[in-house]
């Protein structure tokens, strides 16, 4: 929700009948105007806030302020939102001087959630379904045997081209989920061998039971295996223009989920946006990258961008365990030979490479253009990404190798 | 050392901003404020912010000042309870099964015995919770965020009940409250639950001001020309697109190594040949080196100190 100075009027104002005297229930009724814009706050957390009180002098304001913002808040994004709301609900006086125009518009924040939860919830079901067919997991049964129809439904299997702004924003949502379920997934798969260098004397005793104690076989395990990475290498230029953003979201939520993900994209030149990414606001980190990123929607240079990542990147980030997933639709204005020369490094170094091709998905594509055929012979996964569905399959795939 | 130099529940908040500064820590009020709750209170606070600002140096710190023990355990990737709570000592516990054995002992006596804390080996967590100094021992969790998902179930129990449950013994509580500090990287984001059981900050990278007192702290020796100048630089440079930004701790490597090379001022020529020590990706070398030879970036402007700079 966008947060300006009127939302959190309104929001205030909204609260102000439970606002009591003392701080207490003042307290109570900030805790809720924070959660209604947004915010985790959590009653412990209130309670908390409220027995701390009366260590600090809260006539000093920064230091009530950092008292509060401490024990509500547990993310740096949600300071502004926290501090538009501090400074309008604690001034002085504050009820008499909230502007009329504010009460008429009372109605609309209250709408306005309930919609969103809606949304949310026929998204979840949206994700249940494509991710679940499978391993269903045992919450989602009951939501998966009921057939209905959903307007979402339709969404997974529609090309992210064709959509308008109200589709994609919701899409974007179930990117999001469908990125985070997958990546939960895949760190949890790793377990301990037990073969190995080290003794697990654990076991060796819980062994050695079946000959009297006797210690006769040592059990060992194996250092846990480090993960594989993932490093993905994605093109922005114009003729990704409408896939690129939706794939930007699905590496944002498998990079918050995993350790060492790498993402970097690419048009005529490359940039490294692992560190731009990583915030929890990804619409404003999106913008920031496109803002920030030379030749984004521009043309495309796919030989030399692999050439930049090969040089400077690919030696201390490529290994045996890294997976290489590069998304483009293989429309190269460079030199094929040099295209053909990276691909080939690039397989020396890396574990499996990945081709996503949003464009494999229509019935008449053939790789014909000359990037994407010197590219083919060193490719271990040729997929498309165009759908929702076909993001699933991505991260079912993923998960395979990672894991 | 070990007596109790102060005692926290009884500080305010300017003393801890005090105490701190004793020990060369400058920090803002804010952060003060949030650390003296946190002692007062006894909950634990998550530390946020760039690498290099000073999230683990606070626990350091503190416990110096408080005289408490420092227990430290550094996350990494796989971090199990086994080596961040406790284990059972399985070779003592073999020999003196064997032993009882030559001496045909009383079995049952022999299997109390062996579960007992003598044959438990205390992990940095247990060992929080069992501390009986004088001063409750400061806790530092570093780099939360390197450890998996399952290490922070395990830390809920320790961190909003301060006890750990030992199947074998029981329920070990916790003596004293350990003074718990986490710090994150922000790599990933830590679990809501955990997040609730913390008080939080986030250390902004210093004003001009305060990044000139740090210096200035812990260098006295310093000029205050070329102390300006530092400051100046990494201010400005902080606004750029590196990959990976200078935090104080750079500043500190670099004002030091600039006095051991017996420099009183920085020109041009110094700050290239000393930049390792501020910047240390090597894309980031290149990309400022390329900037200065293309004229794109001029050195003296960045480090001029300028009004706009002093807040």
């Given at each position: 929700m966008d947060i300006t100075t009127e939302n959190v009027a309104t929001a205030v104002s909204n609260f102000s009948s439970v606002r009591?005297?003392?701080t207490l229930p003042n307290l109570l009724a900030f805790g809720r105007v924070l959660k209604q814009l947004g915010i985790k706050v959590s009653l412990s957390q209130v309670i908390d806030a409220s027995r701390s009180l009366e260590l600090v002098d809260i006539g000093e304001r920064e230091d009530f302020r950092a008292l509060l913002r401490s024990n509500l808040i547990s993310q740096k994004e949600d300071f502004p939102v926290f501090d538009t709301v501090f400074d309008c609900f604690w001034?002085?006086?504050?009820?008499?001087?909230?502007?009329?125009e504010t009460l008429e518009i009372q109605g609309t924040p209250t709408e306005m959630p309930a919609q969103e939860g809606g949304d949310e919830e026929g998204l979840e079901e949206a994700v249940s379904e494509t991710i679940g067919k499978?391993?269903?997991p045992l919450e989602n049964l009951e939501e998966f045997s009921v057939p209905t129809y959903s307007p979402q439904e339709q969404l997974n299997r529609k090309d992210f081209s064709e959509m308008g702004v109200e589709e994609s924003r919701a899409i974007a949502r179930a990117i999001l989920l469908i990125a985070t379920k997958i990546a939960t997934q895949i760190s949890r798969r790793k377990k301990r061998a037990r073969k190995g260098n080290i003794v697990d004397l654990r076991w060796t005793m819980r062994n050695s039971m079946k000959y009297g104690g006797e210690i006769i076989d040592l059990v060992n395990r194996k250092r846990r295996i480090k993960k594989t990475k993932v490093v993905l290498l994605c093109d922005v230029s114009g003729s990704m223009d409408c896939y690129s953003r939706f794939l930007i979201q699905f590496m944002y939520g498998l990079q918050n989920e995993l350790w060492g993900v790498e993402t970097f994209v690419f048009s005529t030149s490359l940039s490294r946006i692992t560190h731009l990414i990583r915030t929890k606001d990804i619409t404003n980190a999106l913008e920031k990258i496109s803002g920030s990123i030379l030749g984004w929607s521009g043309g495309t240079n796919i030989g030399r961008s692999l050439q930049t990542f090969n040089r400077d990147f690919a030696p201390s980030m490529v290994t045996h365990r890294t997976v290489v997933v590069i998304i483009s639709d293989g429309w190269d204005r460079g030199d094929v030979s040099l295209l053909e020369r990276q691909m080939q490094d690039l397989k020396r170094r890396a574990k499996k490479i990945i081709w996503l091709n949003p464009l494999l998905a229509s019935d008449n594509y053939e790789p014909l253009c000359k990037g994407m055929q010197a590219a083919l012979p060193y490719l271990d996964l040729f997929l498309s990404v165009h759908n929702v569905n076909s993001l699933v399959t991505l991260g079912r795939t993923l998960q395979k190798l990672v894991a | 050392m070990s007596e109790a130099k102060v005692n926290p529940t009884e500080l305010t908040i300017e003393q801890v901003q005090e105490i701190l500064r004793s020990e060369r820590y400058i920090c803002d009020r804010s952060l003060a404020t949030v650390v003296y709750l946190s002692l007062v209170m006894g909950k634990p606070l998550l530390l946020e912010g760039e690498a290099g600002v000073g999230k683990t140096e606070i626990a350091k710190v503190l416990s110096k000042v408080l005289g408490a023990k420092l227990i430290r355990l550094q996350c990494y990737e796989g971090l199990d309870a086994n080596t961040a709570l406790y284990e059972w000592n399985y070779p003592k516990q073999m020999l003196r099964i064997k032993l009882e054995e030559v001496e045909h002992g009383d079995r049952e006596a022999v299997e109390t015995e062996i579960f007992t804390q003598n044959y438990l080996i205390k992990r940095p967590l247990l060992e929080a919770i069992q501390s009986d100094g004088a001063t409750p021992p400061v806790l530092l969790i570093d780099e939360i965020d390197r450890a998996d998902m399952e290490f922070e179930a395990f830390l809920l129990e320790v961190l909003s009940d301060f006890q750990i449950t030992i199947p074998e013994i029981g329920t070990i509580s916790a003596r004293h409250r350990p003074y718990v500090f986490l710090t994150s990287n922000r790599t990933r984001e830590i679990h809501d639950a955990l997040k609730r059981r913390c008080l939080y900050h986030w250390i902004e990278y210093p004003t001009f001001e305060k990044e000139y007192e740090i210096i200035t702290t812990k260098f006295?020796?310093?000029e205050a020309v070329m102390a300006q100048q530092i400051c100046a630089f990494m201010q400005r440079v902080r606004q750029m697109n590196f990959y990976k930004r200078p935090g104080v701790a750079e500043t500190l490597d670099w004002a030091s190594a600039l006095i051991a090379l017996n420099r009183k001022g920085l020109d041009d020529k110094t700050v290239v040949e000393t930049m390792g020590c501020v910047f240390k990706y090597r894309e980031d070398l290149h990309h400022l080196k390329e900037q200065v030879e293309g004229k794109q970036l001029n050195l003296e402007a960045l480090l001029r100190v300028s009004p706009e700079l002093v807040s």
């Open positions: 009591g005297e003392g001034r002085e006086q504050s009820y008499e001087r909230i502007p009329m499978e391993d269903v | 006295p020796e310093v």
